[in-house]
C-alpha cells in the first residue's frame, strides 16, 4: 500500500466511524420501532426480525399524535417564515448601509445566542402566564422567533455581504430603488444562506423541546413534548416512542433534501471577474 | 458644445482627499479617457459623474443640467465597470432588460431595443445564456450591450478591458473604438493602459494624487508633455531622463553637459525663450523610438549595451550611459550586438525635452 491509498483508507475509516457514530442512534430508532415489544426487549439484541407497523397503527389512531405534529407544522413553519421574512431586511440592512449604533445591534443579533435557554425558561413562563398565552402557538412561535431571527440575521448579512458592490451599483444605474435591489437582486442571489437559514431555524423550532415542555399543557403540544409523555407511568412503550420518533424526524428530513441543493449551489459563480 | 463639465470637484474620505480641486470639460460626441497609475483618482472621479459617489465640493453638469444631486439612474448615464457586475442570476437578455424594466418601458420596445443591442454585439445566440456559461470577452459585451439598450447620453467604463487576455483587450478596444463612431455618444473612459489610452482617445486627462496633471489629444500628450510625470507616462517604453547641467544659454539654444553625453554636452534649440541659467540641474529626456545607434543628430549618448530584447519585428536595447543612468532604445528589426559593447544613442534635437528640478517642461 504506497502512502496515497494509505491516506485515502484512514480517510475512509475516520469517515465510516463518524457516520456509524452519527447515523446508528436513527438506524436504532428506526429498527426498534418496527420491532415488537419481545425484540425490543431481548438481550443480546435482536438483529434479525420481522418487522411490524404495529407502532404506527398505535399512533396512526392515537389523536394526541398527530395533533402535535400538526402543531409542530404549524410553529415550526411560522417560525421559519417569520424569521426569514424579518431577518433578510434586517440583513440587507446591516450588510448594505452605514447607521449609528449598526456594531451594537450586530452584536445584539449575535449575544442572543450565548445566552442558556434554560435561564429565561422561568422569567418567559411568568410572561407568557401574563399575557394569558399558555398553552397558545403563538407564544411558541414568538420564543422560537427571538432565537431564529438572529440566525437568520447572521447568516444572511454574511451572504449579502458576500455579494460584490459592484451588481448593487450597476442595479442603481438600471434605475433600482432600495426595495427592487433587496427583492430582485440580494433575495435571488442570496438563496443559499437564506436556505440554509431556513433550514436551521425549522429543524430548531421542531426540536426544540424545553420552552415547548414549559410553555404547553395540552392544545398546543408538539411532537417532541408527545413523545416524551410516553416515558411517564410505570410502562415504556418504547415501541410507541420510537415510531413517535421516526415521524418526528421525517419532516425535518425531507424538508433538508428538499433545499439541500441551494446550500451546494454558488450562485454568484460567473458574476464578476 | 460642452456636454460634460466637472467643476472644481473634490472628493474626501474622512480627512483623506482622494479627488483635489478636478475640472474639465468633454464635448458632445467625444471619447475621453482618464489615465493615470493606480490610486491616482480616476476610478472615483467616474464613480462621482455615476453619482455613485457624492461629491464632497464642487458640481458636476450634464448637457448643461447640474446634475450634482440629481440620483444616478436620473442622470442618463450608463457605466461599464470593471468586474462586468452582470446580475448572475439573471441570463443575458434579461441582463441587458433589467434597466428598461425598472424604467417602465414597453415590452414590446424592451425586445426592440435588446435585440438591437444583441445585434450590434453579436450576442444573438448567447440571449438565454447566465453570465457563469459565458467568456470573459462575452461578459464584457453583455456589459456593454446592457449600458446600449438603455441609449444613454454619457457612456462611462470603468476599466473594462483589464481583466481580458491580451488579445482579447485588442479586439474589444477595436470594438469599443467602432462602436464610438456608430454611436457618436460621449464615452468617459478610465484606464492604467497607456496604449487604450492612445489610441482610444480623442482627448486624455491625465491623472496622479487627485489631480490632472495634463489634458489634451494623444499627440500632444506625446509631443508636448508639460513634466516629466506625462513625459514618462505616455508612451512605450517610457521616456528614458538623464541628469543634465546647463552650461550655456543663448535665447533659445542651451547648452547642456553630462558624463553620459558622447563629448561631455550637447546643443539643443527648443524654439521658444529658455527660462533656465548656467549651472541649473535638469531633465534631459528622450524616447526610446527617437534613438539610433551611431546615427545622426545633436544628442549622442555614449552608452554600454547591458542587453537586447527581439520582439520579433522590433528589439529593445538595455544599455547604460557613462553617467551610470539607464538608457532604452527602441528599433525597428533585429540588432546583433554583444554584451559590454559601447554604443553611441543618438537623436535629433527636435526629439530631446529638458525639464527643470521640480521636473516642469522648459
Given at each position: 500500500m504506497n502512502p496515497r491509498q494509505l491516506r485515502r483508507a484512514v480517510h475512509l475509516l475516520f469517515l465510516a466511524a463518524f457516520l456509524l457514530f452519527t447515523l446508528f442512534p436513527f438506524f436504532w430508532?428506526?429498527?426498534?420501532?418496527?420491532?415488537?415489544?419481545?425484540?425490543?426487549?431481548?438481550?443480546?439484541?435482536?438483529?434479525?426480525?420481522?418487522?411490524?407497523?404495529?407502532?404506527?397503527?398505535?399512533?396512526?389512531?392515537?389523536?394526541?399524535?398527530?395533533?402535535?405534529?400538526?402543531?409542530?407544522?404549524?410553529?415550526?413553519?411560522?417560525?421559519?417564515?417569520?424569521?426569514?421574512?424579518?431577518?433578510?431586511?434586517?440583513?440587507?440592512?446591516?450588510?448594505?448601509?452605514?447607521?449609528?449604533?449598526?456594531?451594537?445591534?450586530?452584536?445584539?443579533?449575535?449575544?442572543?445566542?450565548?445566552?442558556?435557554?434554560?435561564?429565561?425558561?422561568?422569567?418567559?413562563?411568568?410572561?407568557?402566564?401574563r399575557a394569558g398565552l399558555l398553552d397558545t402557538h403563538l407564544v411558541l412561535i414568538l420564543i422560537y422567533l427571538s432565537f431564529c431571527l438572529p440566525i437568520v440575521v447572521w447568516i444572511c448579512t454574511d451572504q449579502f455581504r458576500s455579494i460584490p458592490g459592484d451588481i448593487e451599483q450597476a442595479?442603481?444605474?438600471?434605475?433600482?430603488?432600495?426595495?427592487?435591489?433587496?427583492?430582485?437582486?440580494?433575495?435571488?442571489?442570496?438563496?443559499?444562506?437564506?436556505?440554509?437559514?431556513?433550514?436551521?431555524?425549522?429543524?430548531?423550532?421542531?426540536n426544540e423541546l424545553l420552552y415547548a415542555l414549559v410553555l404547553t399543557r395540552s392544545d398546543a403540544r408538539t411532537a417532541p413534548v408527545i413523545a416524551t409523555s410516553y416515558m411517564s407511568g410505570y410502562e415504556l412503550p418504547w415501541g410507541k416512542i420510537m415510531a413517535t420518533g421516526t415521524v418526528i424526524v421525517l419532516p425535518v428530513t425531507f424538508f433538508a433534501l428538499l433545499v439541500s441543493r441551494h446550500m451546494v449551489r454558488g450562485l454568484t459563480m460567473g458574476a464578476s471577474k | 458644445m460642452e456636454f460634460l463639465k466637472i467643476d472644481n470637484v473634490v472628493k474626501k474620505y474622512g480627512d483623506a482627499t482622494v479627488i483635489g480641486g478636478v475640472g474639465l470639460t468633454a464635448r458632445e460626441g467625444e471619447f475621453v479617457v482618464f489615465v493615470g497609475p493606480s490610486g491616482c483618482g480616476k476610478s472615483t472621479l467616474l464613480r462621482l459623474i455615476a453619482g455613485l459617489d457624492e461629491v464632497s465640493d464642487g458640481r458636476i453638469h450634464i448637457d448643461g443640467i447640474d446634475v450634482t444631486e440629481v440620483p444616478p439612474a436620473a442622470r442618463g448615464v450608463a457605466m461599464v465597470f470593471q468586474s462586468y457586475a452582470l446580475y448572475p442570476h439573471m441570463n443575458v437578455r434579461q441582463n441587458m432588460s433589467f434597466g428598461l424594466k425598472m424604467l417602465d418601458t414597453?415590452?414590446?420596445?424592451?425586445?426592440?431595443?435588446?435585440?438591437?443591442?444583441?445585434?450590434?454585439?453579436?450576442?444573438?445566440?448567447?440571449?438565454?445564456?447566465?453570465?457563469?456559461?459565458?467568456?470573459?470577452?462575452?461578459?464584457?459585451?453583455?456589459?456593454?450591450?446592457?449600458?446600449?439598450?438603455?441609449?444613454?447620453?454619457?457612456?462611462?467604463?470603468?476599466?473594462?478591458?483589464?481583466?481580458?487576455?491580451?488579445?482579447?483587450?485588442?479586439?474589444?478596444?477595436?470594438?469599443?473604438?467602432?462602436?464610438?463612431?456608430?454611436?457618436?455618444?460621449?464615452?468617459?473612459?478610465?484606464?492604467?493602459?497607456?496604449?487604450?489610452?492612445?489610441?482610444?482617445?480623442?482627448?486624455?486627462?491625465?491623472?496622479?494624487?487627485?489631480?490632472?496633471?495634463?489634458?489634451?489629444?494623444?499627440?500632444?500628450?506625446?509631443?508636448?508633455?508639460?513634466?516629466?510625470?506625462v513625459a514618462g507616462?505616455?508612451?512605450?517604453?517610457?521616456?528614458?531622463?538623464?541628469?543634465?547641467?546647463?552650461?550655456?544659454?543663448?535665447?533659445?539654444?542651451?547648452?547642456?553637459?553630462?558624463?553620459?553625453?558622447?563629448?561631455?554636452?550637447?546643443?539643443?534649440?527648443?524654439?521658444?525663450?529658455?527660462?533656465?541659467?548656467?549651472?541649473?540641474?535638469?531633465?534631459?529626456?528622450?524616447?526610446?523610438?527617437?534613438?539610433?545607434?551611431?546615427?545622426?543628430?545633436?544628442?549622442?549618448?555614449a552608452t554600454v549595451l547591458d542587453y537586447v530584447e527581439n520582439l520579433g519585428g522590433q528589439s529593445l536595447l538595455y544599455t547604460r550611459a557613462a553617467g551610470g543612468e539607464a538608457a532604452i532604445c527602441l528599433l525597428q528589426g533585429r540588432h546583433q550586438a554583444a554584451r559590454h559593447e559601447a554604443i553611441a544613442l543618438c537623436a535629433d534635437a527636435a526629439h530631446a525635452y529638458l525639464f527643470d528640478g521640480d521636473g516642469h517642461a522648459l
Open positions: 430508532m428506526v429498527a426498534s420501532s418496527l420491532k415488537d415489544q419481545t425484540d425490543l426487549l431481548a438481550s443480546p439484541p435482536v438483529w434479525a426480525f420481522t418487522p411490524t407497523f404495529v407502532h404506527y397503527a398505535e399512533i396512526w389512531q392515537d389523536d394526541e399524535v398527530s395533533g402535535a405534529i400538526i402543531n409542530s407544522l404549524i410553529v415550526a413553519s411560522s417560525t421559519t417564515l417569520l424569521a426569514v421574512l424579518l431577518g433578510t431586511p434586517a440583513a440587507y440592512s446591516l450588510a448594505r448601509f452605514q447607521f449609528r449604533g449598526k456594531k451594537d445591534l450586530w452584536f445584539w443579533f449575535i449575544s442572543n445566542r450565548m445566552i442558556s435557554p434554560i435561564v429565561l425558561a422561568l422569567p418567559v413562563y411568568l410572561l407568557a402566564q442595479a442603481r444605474l438600471d434605475n433600482a430603488n432600495h426595495w427592487d435591489i433587496f427583492w430582485r437582486i440580494y433575495l435571488p442571489l442570496g438563496l443559499p444562506g437564506i436556505a440554509v437559514s431556513a433550514i436551521f431555524s425549522f429543524i430548531f423550532s421542531w | 414597453p415590452a414590446d420596445e424592451i425586445q426592440r431595443r435588446v435585440a438591437e443591442a444583441a445585434r450590434i454585439l453579436k450576442l444573438e445566440h448567447l440571449l438565454e445564456r447566465r453570465p457563469k456559461e459565458l467568456s470573459g470577452g462575452q461578459r464584457q459585451r453583455v456589459a456593454i450591450g446592457r449600458a446600449i439598450v438603455r441609449k444613454p447620453r454619457l457612456f462611462l467604463f470603468d476599466e473594462p478591458l483589464s481583466n481580458l487576455d491580451a488579445e482579447l483587450r485588442g479586439e474589444m478596444r477595436v470594438e469599443i473604438a467602432r462602436l464610438h463612431q456608430d454611436l457618436g455618444v460621449t464615452m468617459v473612459y478610465v484606464t492604467h493602459d497607456q496604449v487604450e489610452a492612445m489610441t482610444l482617445a480623442d482627448r486624455i486627462v491625465v491623472l496622479r494624487g487627485g489631480h490632472v496633471e495634463q489634458i489634451g489629444t494623444p499627440a500632444e500628450l506625446y509631443d508636448h508633455p508639460v513634466n516629466t510625470f507616462f505616455i508612451g512605450s517604453p517610457k521616456m528614458n531622463f538623464l541628469s543634465v547641467t546647463v552650461a550655456s544659454v543663448e535665447g533659445t539654444v542651451v547648452r547642456v553637459a553630462s558624463p553620459s553625453l558622447a563629448g561631455g554636452s550637447a546643443t539643443l534649440d527648443l524654439a521658444h525663450p529658455v527660462v533656465a541659467r548656467s549651472g541649473d540641474a535638469l531633465s534631459l529626456g528622450l524616447r526610446p523610438e527617437h534613438l539610433v545607434p551611431d546615427g545622426p543628430g545633436a544628442v549622442r549618448l
